[in-house]
């Protein structure tokens, strides 16, 4: 196989083995597993969870504070197997991305900046373990397994034209339409907007205050309960405290959920109208399509969101949620992409016949 076609394959066989990841961590923190391993990087000092009786009382003596319930346990490993998968992929991409630094096509500098991001999300799992859900460490591991996504992404689009001058050529003649460029600017906005709003919902997460209002739309049968917003957003706390299950009042986790939600207003009428202009005024077909994929995973979030309030956190539902952000935030990214590309379209260009100023489109 061509190298280059190795490595654009490589690339997308990790964002989705990433977004297994970040599925695998939602789902391992909201079953409350995780510190189903007290230890890191192996379980009650096992490269495998123990399971068989005499281990299982082993790994008890060895832990006390942290009996074993070999479920949780499982959750747990089997989200680090797959993070260290994830982990050697993205070595094999910095290294082939190495061996062919010399061919000008070959991105560098992003397969290697994957790999110490790599690096400083395993140090971040340990120190969930180690610090023992501190709410600013699992908010951070969050967002570093979402800045791994959007990182590998972004190596997508950009060996996606590489790999085929034909499709390079379509997709150019696709793009090629009246006012897309111009909202190049919000779909900048949007993508910070949504990442801010993902950090919140990170943070809800790990404070353990996404039931803290438990009706809708109202909280706690009022417009504005009682918050605490100084209490509910301070980062740092010490160590040595085990967070599991929160450690925040009423009124601090009211607060922190009370604020996700006027962000997912914001997120709502920032990303929705986006979608909306691009859908109706601007020309390029693949903006077009993106924005039409944006808008449905947006109103889908919406419908997820509220439904984690309305039927008390489903497990399955509330996965799917953090999945779902995962998916919004890569539509985000592509639509920019894409409206990027409408506006390098779009730049004079000297003929090299004439030297006459023309436009490419």
């Not at 959007?150 to 090629?176: F, K, S, Y």
């Not at 996404?210 to 009022?222: E, K, T, V, Y």
């Not at 100084?230 to 009042?249: H, N």
């Not at 990027?340 to 260009?349: E, G, I, K, T």
Request: proline share 6%; net charge positive.
């Amino acid at each position: 196989m061509d190298a280059r076609k190795a490595f654009y394959l490589g690339v997308r066989f990790a964002v989705v083995l990433t977004l297994c990841v970040i599925v695998l961590g939602a789902y391992v923190r909201l079953s409350d597993a995780g510190l189903g391993c007290p230890d890191w990087p192996g379980c009650y000092g096992r490269l495998v969870a123990p399971t068989q009786a005499p281990l299982v009382e082993q790994a008890n003596l060895a832990f006390p504070e942290r009996p074993v319930e070999v479920g949780k346990a499982w959750k747990e490993m089997v989200h680090r197997y797959a993070a260290g998968i994830l982990g050697l992929v993205v070595l094999g991409l910095a290294v082939l991305a190495w061996r062919r630094r010399k061919d000008p096509a070959q991105p560098v500098a992003l397969p290697i900046l994957l790999l110490a991001l790599i690096v400083f999300q395993s140090m971040l799992g340990m120190w969930t373990v180690t610090l023992q859900l501190k709410p600013v460490i699992v908010m951070a591991h969050l967002l570093g397994g979402l800045t791994t996504l959007a990182l590998l992404w972004m190596l997508v689009l950009r060996t996606a034209r590489r790999t085929d001058p034909n499709e390079r050529r379509r997709l150019a003649d696709r793009e090629r339409g009246p006012g897309g460029a111009r909202f190049l600017p919000w779909a900048v906005l949007a993508a910070v907007v949504l990442v801010m709003q993902i950090a919140l919902g990170g943070w809800t997460s790990a404070n353990y205050a996404a039931l803290a209002c438990p009706d809708f739309p109202q909280c706690q049968q009022q417009w504005w309960p009682d918050t605490d917003f100084s209490e509910g957003f301070v980062l740092w706390r010490g160590t040595g405290v085990d967070y599991e299950f929160g450690v925040l009042d009423g009124a601090a986790r009211t607060a922190i959920h009370m604020a996700h939600r006027i962000g997912a207003l914001v997120t709502f009428l920032v990303l929705g109208g986006l979608a909306l202009m691009v859908l109706l005024r601007a020309g390029a077909a693949r903006s077009r399509q993106v924005a039409g994929v944006m808008l449905v995973l947006l109103l889908l979030q919406v419908g997820l969101g509220i439904s984690n309030i309305v039927f008390y956190l489903p497990l399955p539902v509330a996965v799917a949620h953090n999945g779902v952000a995962a998916l919004l935030l890569l539509s985000v990214l592509t639509l920019t992409h894409a409206l990027a590309q409408d506006a390098r379209s779009r730049v004079p260009m000297a003929s090299p016949a004439t030297g006459a100023v023309g436009h490419t489109g």
